[in-house]
């Protein structure tokens, strides 16, 4: 029998970070396809959109005006999920059926007045200052006896559930830590009892002992597809020093982080010649007033395309009912990204 | 202030088989929706279609001619994410980088010859057949020494990454147990010896009792929206007797289960008038050879419609980084299901 190949046998790995298996099927790529095609967004957009709630000076659906910003805006979300007031109660019948009172705040952020563009097609100052709006909501939301953890994300394309192709991301702050970072608070404290070191920390040192899934360096930030990457072109930002949270960071840290993203997301758009739909976010330690010393800062990138603008991975039946799947490896995915120009596809074309 | 109301107040619930939480925001269905509508699987289909390759007697991507069944059909999936001669092998490097081969089988089970049809159209007698196959199936692979699990399911529906329209559904099975089982069966088991009898039984009574959340009930089966829905429309079927998987099912709980699946996707597809999308599967014992005594068999269906029958909801952003979260609450959901006609709206045109 053949040898045990990570680039050809079907496999699971572990993800340190969650606790949880994934399953490898590296030969399944070939597959025929004859079911959904996505739609693609590549409709070019104005400058500014009268009917877009997001763009300035225009009406939002509460009848508020937004200002005439040039640079970011952030307002408290219309139709937030997380409302401030909500009154304190709960429900146990038999520890069945449990439920309680949760309390937040959401928030959108603009990333830019241009409704036509999108992250890599910002400036790196421009994307500095979403970097800097991030950092000063997680500060703000953070200190808030009421919140114990911040979530700042982004939903990219209409395949991600982005309800406006306007540049922007959201913050849903809460009372309660979610599921997913108090997974990684457990995973990062219990490998820092241990070892007396950050989790992260030392998967970066092995990445980059290793390469063959970096897609990105600098001086302050590396971009890996992690090695257990679920979405085929899934990516993991890591600040190379270890940091808790965004407001930890120096001037220069923030810069290179604005400018990783900028080319990040650049080879996600020059992937498929088309604007990469994704959703992404920030991970930081809970705001709980607890020390998280073992907490290490990062930003995922969970992106569906699969093999072209228009077929993507799919995450139903088995993936639901049984374990997170995934069709090419973390090493063939990072090559590619790795290989891809760091110049716009759209700028290339002038 | 108010006092806390689950139909009103944003809160999160509790879910007993994963031990896991969920945020429900209640008050969050109205908002405006500019994203994505999906696009509907209401062509008319031929009853038989030349290049459909799960049509009787059509050729096979590897070749083989599929004979001319009249009823199920079962084959081994040409591009199966799992095979059953992976050389064993494993990689560990500090904990961090880990990863171990994986084996099992995929099959691919045709429910009728008649490529226009789905479930809900089919008599109870041919949904009768899918069961019998479901059970023998699971006797069958799960007494190989080399599955420990067998995840039997179905993506119905482009948007739930259906590749071809042609009634069928799936089996994955595998040397390991997946994740989700694998919550399922500690969370069940901790139950089983903390009180001595099945989790799904005891929270079955308080469903009967409660009945706000039951949709359909026959003589041994009832199908709630749980307490702890995700998906705006997700179900539960559960049987009433405390059973480990398919094979300890009488005659008549064969076909009580069988009109069960029958009149449940009819409401579906009633629901918004159109061939409504899910992924469904079985939960079952593990076939590791242990015993499994706190297991309940039971089936849960994930629909991702929200609104109408283009417009979904998303799994995305904060859902993926955070929390699951939902909007309807899980009553508003089984009311609307319960309150629909029971003969499908393609027939009652007639
Ligand atoms: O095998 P199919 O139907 O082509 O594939 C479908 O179901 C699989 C199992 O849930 C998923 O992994 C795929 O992403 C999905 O497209
Ligand atoms: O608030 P939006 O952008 O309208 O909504 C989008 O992101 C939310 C947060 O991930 C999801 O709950 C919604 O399903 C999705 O459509």
Redesign the pocket.
């Known amino acids: 029998m053949a040898e045990f190949d990570l680039t050809e046998h079907p496999h699971r790995r572990y993800n340190p970070l969650t606790g949880e298996w994934l399953l490898v099927s590296p030969h399944r790529s070939r597959?025929p396809?004859q079911?959904q095609q996505e739609a693609t967004d590549e409709a070019p957009r104005p400058a500014h959109d009268p009917t877009c709630y997001l763009c300035p000076g225009n009406v939002r659906a509460n009848g508020e005006v937004n200002p005439d910003y040039t640079g970011t805006f952030v307002f408290d979300n219309d139709f937030a999920a997380l409302l401030p007031d909500t009154p304190v109660g709960e429900v146990n019948i038999g520890g069945l059926l449990r439920a309680e009172a949760e309390s937040g705040v959401g928030r959108v952020i603009c990333f830019s007045p241009r409704h036509d563009l999108t992250l890599p097609e910002m400036s790196p100052e421009a994307i500095r200052g979403v970097v800097d709006v991030w950092t000063q909501q997680f500060r703000e939301l953070g200190a808030r006896p009421d919140i114990n953890y911040v979530q700042i994300f982004e939903n990219k394309g209409q395949v991600m559930g982005c309800s406006n192709p306007h540049p922007h991301g959201q913050i849903w702050a809460q009372r309660t830590v979610p599921g997913e970072p108090a997974q990684e608070t457990r995973q990062q404290q219990a490998y820092f009892q241990q070892h007396g070191r950050s989790l992260l920390a030392d998967y970066l040192a092995l990445e980059l002992e290793q390469q063959q899934r970096v897609v990105l360096a600098n001086a302050h930030w590396v971009t890996v597809v992690p090695y257990w990457a679920v979405w085929p072109f899934e990516t993991l930002v890591l600040p190379r020093r270890h940091v808790q949270d965004l407001t930890q960071l120096t001037d220069e840290e923030k810069d290179a982080l604005a400018e990783m993203v900028r080319q990040l997301t650049i080879r996600y758009d020059n992937l498929f010649q088309t604007s990469f739909p994704y959703s992404a976010g920030l991970h930081q330690r809970p705001t709980d007033g607890q020390q998280h010393a073992a907490w290490h800062l990062h930003l995922h990138f969970y992106p569906p395309l699969l093999r072209s603008a228009t077929v993507r991975?799919?995450?139903?039946?088995?993936?639901?009912l049984?374990n997170a799947?995934r069709?090419i490896t973390p090493e063939a995915a990072a090559q590619r990204l790795r290989e891809l120009p760091d110049v716009h596809y759209k700028a290339a074309r002038h």
């Open positions: 597959r396809w079911g991975k799919f995450m139903v039946g088995y993936e639901l049984g799947q069709d």
